[in-house]
């Protein structure tokens, strides 16, 4: 892989969304739906936040340590919102920084994705599976163990 190349080359453009005001109940859904592990949040087109699977999971065993009817559970996940348990000290990239540089973030932080944003807007995700998906992709069935 050229770690010299843009995060473009490797990022996911495709990137569900969701806003601070969404039920908690709705990211659950997106999650359950979808092979995701993270959620950027948008505010009027603006980056806020990030909730994670682990985030949801850790509210998740929240819920559950008060309750023993699932009912209440699912009125809770109604009554919370994404803004009350998603990350709001981000970390972010621009498209054009190096993979290099994400592959050093990575390494310092314990960071499993990277919102990537162009001029402040967010245009893709960057994660530790792309990594590896582009490492797999570039290797040869010779190479192959």
Do not use: C, W
């Amino acid at each position: 892989m050229n770690t010299n190349a843009a995060v473009s080359t490797i990022m996911t453009t495709n990137v569900l969304t969701i806003t601070p005001d969404d039920q908690v109940k709705v990211a659950k859904e997106i999650f359950d739906l979808n092979k995701i592990h993270h959620l950027p949040v948008l505010e009027d087109e603006k980056l806020v936040g990030i909730l994670s699977g682990s985030d949801l999971l850790h509210f998740l065993r929240y819920l559950d340590k008060d309750s023993q009817e699932p009912y209440l559970n699912d009125l809770r996940l109604k009554n919370y919102k994404v803004g009350e348990i998603m990350q709001t000290n981000l970390v972010t990239v621009d498209h054009q920084d190096s993979i290099r540089s994400i592959l050093e973030v990575f390494s310092q932080n314990v960071l499993h994705a990277l919102p990537v944003l162009e001029n402040g807007a967010l245009v893709g995700i960057v994660t530790t599976q792309d990594i590896v998906k582009a490492l797999l992709k570039e290797e040869t069935p010779a190479t192959a163990s």
